[in-house]
């Protein structure tokens, strides 16, 4: 069949009116080119994954996170069957910009177990968890808690932007989407993909739709082509439907697949 004539079988409104190998199959393959056109990151975030959930003390609800589940349910067909299934389950942020990014550098290429073992002993070598611990203990001795020296390398020079200000942590909240990507990926190790993940996960920003997360694509060709190879463009035809809250739609196609929530 020609891709173009195809037809998600539900992206029209259900009325008139108007989530170890699971989760790597999240992982942004398509940024590797993003990353590659960074002058400054010079390592894909091919196989990037999600580290597994944890209690996060004081979670709360995003506060557009009814109201988004509301109007997708009004409007998607599949998302109004799908969405109720999850229950109280929700985005969840863990709020430190710094902690957010570094755990997603120590995800990118390898498994979920490896990756949260890997983060583990960093946190009992680094237990503060602040830029200035990490440049103070070095790549070296970060990179004899299981990281490669070049993830080590990055984790450094992501602390050291965040000690001397090279970024803009307290203006992220009033920048809009592509500002804070534009920003982000000026660090080395960090590419598009990794940036949506912070808006999503960090910032909390409704309206995010991650198109290099092979997941993503995987569970739009699954809920809505019957697993027929899906494209981009495809892809972003059927989210045209969920705006403004792709990133509520996002986080249900990710349960689809697994439905253990997953943070940063």
Known sequence: MNAAARKPKAVAPAR????????????????AKAVGKSR????PEVDAVPLPVETIIDAV????????CADLMKRDRILRKMIPTYGPAHLVSRGDPFITLARSIVGQQISVKAAQSVWERLAATCPRLTPAQFLKTGADELAGCGLSKRKAEYIIDLADHFKAGRVHVKE??????????????????????????????????????PLDD?????????????GEPVTRSEAREVAANWEPWRTVATWYMWRS????????
């Open 16 to 31: 008139p009116e108007p989530a170890g190998k699971v989760a790597a199959k999240r992982a942004p393959k398509g940024d």
């Open 40 to 43: 400054k990151a010079d390592l």
């Open 61 to 68: 609800r995003p506060a557009y996170w009814d109201e988004a």
């Open 172 to 209: 992220w909240a009033g920048m809009d989407d592509e500002a804070v990507i534009a920003e982000l990926t000026q660090i080395r190790g960090i590419g598009r993909w990794t940036a949506e993940m912070f808006l999503m996960f960090n910032l909390m920003r409704p309206n995010v739709l």
């Open 214 to 226: 092979v997941g993503l694509i995987n569970a739009i060709s699954a809920n809505y082509f019957s």
């Open 257 to 264: 697949l697994d439905p253990v929530p997953v943070t940063y």
